[in-house]
């Protein structure tokens, strides 16, 4: 059985200079390999794409469950490792759970990978 994620600071966008720049803490390696490890999982790969191409970027976690073809328990369980890595929000709105995606804790994942990544061309 794999491990369950450490609770990770959400409330600051991922740490640190780009990887390559040189030799990283261990304290902020970890933070980096949290999120890497929270979208290790083609599961939660498909449910960022799902949130990224949904109407105003917001599912409901019912919908979700029937695009993906799984249980709302096992959504529900991939939301919350994602929620833990910063890499989502939700919240309760009368019988439902809304997610939408946090564009800039990926955007600053892609720039401490790749300092050039996110850079208009």
């Given at each position: 059985?794999?491990?369950?994620?450490?609770?990770?600071?959400?409330?600051?966008?991922?740490?640190?200079?780009?990887?390559?720049?040189?030799?990283?803490?261990?304290?902020?390696?970890?933070?980096?390999?949290?999120?890497?490890?929270?979208?290790?999982?083609?599961?939660?790969?498909?449910?960022?794409?799902?949130?990224?191409?949904?109407?105003?970027?917001?599912?409901?976690?019912?919908?979700?469950?029937?695009?993906?073809?799984?249980?709302?328990?096992?959504?529900?369980?991939?939301?919350g490792q994602l929620r833990k890595a910063g890499l989502i929000e939700s919240d309760r709105r009368g019988m439902n759970v809304f997610h939408r995606p946090?564009?800039?804790?990926?955007?600053?994942?892609?720039?401490?990978?790749?300092?050039?990544?996110?850079?208009?061309?």
């Amino acid at each position: 059985m794999p491990k369950a994620l450490p609770l990770v600071d959400t409330s600051a966008p991922v740490c640190c200079a780009p990887v390559a720049a040189g030799p990283m803490s261990d304290e902020q390696a970890l933070e980096v390999a949290l999120r890497l490890k929270a979208l290790a999982d083609p599961v939660r790969v498909k449910i960022m794409s799902q949130l990224f191409s949904a109407p105003d970027r917001e599912i409901i976690s019912g919908d979700l469950a029937g695009l993906l073809g799984l249980t709302e328990s096992t959504v529900s369980h991939h939301m919350g490792q994602l929620r833990k890595a910063g890499l989502i929000e939700s919240d309760r709105r009368g019988m439902n759970v809304f997610h939408r995606p946090v564009p800039d804790a990926l955007t600053a994942l892609c720039t401490v990978l790749d300092p050039s990544c996110c850079q208009q061309q």
